[in-house]
């Protein structure tokens, strides 16, 4: 019996899928468990990872064609919505007071969306499940991080209790808790609900060993999302899209309401309200434009605003962009929970559970603006997207055996 030669592989084909591999790799493996030891760690890996994933979708054209992805994408109106937001925040530029800081904020708010836009464009139509599984791979790993770095302070090492006290280990709670839904998407889709489930327990003890609980409260908000959107995920959908829409448009209502509660202890919630309230009440037409952005950060540094203000996305919305531009985050958030919900049904819960952890966590006052925050949503969406491009199915060919064909 003559033997078939092996099919012949190319090896330029092969470079480009070791390529693509590695990118991921980086995205899924090295960014959440490298947040937890390195401050610059999401910053400076994230567009290695996209740079390698565009390279090898250069070379092989596995990505969907750029007519169809950018009719999508510019069709949309979560997208219609961003770009008005984006060019809201550049034009802010025009009356901001702290021209510098914020034109460089801007460059990298703009530079990192640019980033994330390519690499929505070299994402490859088909992913391959091998790389998908990566992910679940990375949060399982970044979990045991937090929990070793978390034990090695209890027993006593001061270079982990300094990372315990730190900034750094919040940062990488809060990216673990961002990373774990697409992960738990991925699984359930998969059918790997045990899988998924236990992976979620580890990532909720890992958000409550920071005293900060921001990223506790953001998991356990996502989670129960992720619950009900298992149950009803059209009508939650709708839930978490309007909820988020309306918190946006009508925060500025919130410390006028709280006003006969008092002014509250200083440092409490009730102060900040009320001068929340007394910066609207000082200049009411600021709430048409805003400050321009980065002005929350710079008047605190400047002493025009006190540090006992609100450290919430819902404030800095309205100080920074005024009306305009918390009706363009308002429409562009709702919209893309809603496009979300409209697309494979398996991984539904877990992105209502992403956007909710993010939202959550973002009005308790992780820092919104801050390169690491916006790079942790572009790199938590390139996962998301990944993982609705890993959802088809071959259909294998029937075998039919002599003799075994029903008769009719």
């Not at 550049?90 to 009356?95: E, G, H, K, Y």
């Not at 059918?191 to 998991?219: C, E, H, I, W």
């Not at 202890?265 to 609207?280: F, K, N, Q």
Request: net charge positive; with cysteine; glycine share 8%.
């Amino acid at each position: 019996m003559v033997q078939q030669p092996a099919p012949r592989t190319d090896p330029i084909l092969s470079a480009a899928g070791m390529l693509r591999r590695i990118g991921f790799f980086i995205l899924m493996i090295g960014v959440p468990t490298l947040a937890f030891v390195s401050r610059r760690a999401l910053v400076a890996l994230t567009p290695i990872a996209i740079a390698l994933i565009i390279i090898a979708a250069l070379i092989d054209g596995a990505n969907k064609p750029l007519r169809e992805s950018r009719r999508v994408l510019l069709s949309a109106t979560p997208a219609i919505a961003t770009l008005v937001l984006l060019g809201w925040i550049a034009l802010s530029l025009i009356w901001t007071p702290f021209f510098d800081p914020a034109a460089s904020r801007v460059v990298s708010i703009l530079a990192t969306t640019a980033l994330g836009i390519a690499a929505y464009f070299a994402i490859p139509a088909r992913m391959r499940s091998a790389n998908l599984y990566l992910v679940p791979i990375g949060v399982a790993a970044a979990a045991l991080l937090a929990g070793g770095i978390y034990l090695a302070q209890m027993l006593g090492v001061e270079a982990a209790a300094r990372l315990v006290a730190g900034e750094t280990y919040l940062r990488g709670l809060v990216v673990l808790v961002m990373a774990v839904w697409p992960a738990v998407a991925w699984l359930s889709s998969r059918g790997r609900d045990a899988q998924a489930l236990a992976l979620a327990v580890v990532v909720g003890a890992a958000s409550a060993l920071s005293p900060d609980k921001a990223a506790l409260f953001g998991f356990l908000a996502g989670a129960t999302i992720c619950v009900l959107a298992s149950a009803w995920p059209a009508k939650v959908a709708a839930a978490v899209a309007t909820g988020m829409a309306v918190a946006i448009l009508a925060a500025p209502a919130l410390p006028f309401l709280a006003t006969p509660l008092g002014a509250g202890a200083p440092g409490s919630l009730l102060e900040s309200l009320a001068i929340w309230r007394a910066t609207i009440l000082a200049d009411p037409w600021a709430a048409l434009t805003g400050h321009g952005i980065e002005a929350v950060l710079r008047s605190r540094l400047a002493g025009a605003l006190s540090w006992n203000a609100p450290s919430s996305i819902l404030f800095e919305i309205w100080y920074e962009l005024g009306v305009i531009g918390a009706a363009a985050a308002a429409t562009a958030l709702a919209g893309a929970v809603r496009a979300s919900a409209r697309r494979h049904a398996a991984l539904v819960p877990g992105e209502m559970a992403g956007f909710t952890s993010a939202f959550v966590m973002a009005a308790l006052g992780v820092a919104t603006t801050q390169m690491w925050w916006v790079t942790t949503l572009v790199v938590v969406a390139l996962i998301f997207i990944a993982g609705a491009r890993g959802q088809f199915r071959t259909k294998r060919p029937r075998i039919m055996l002599p003799g075994l064909a029903r008769r009719e």
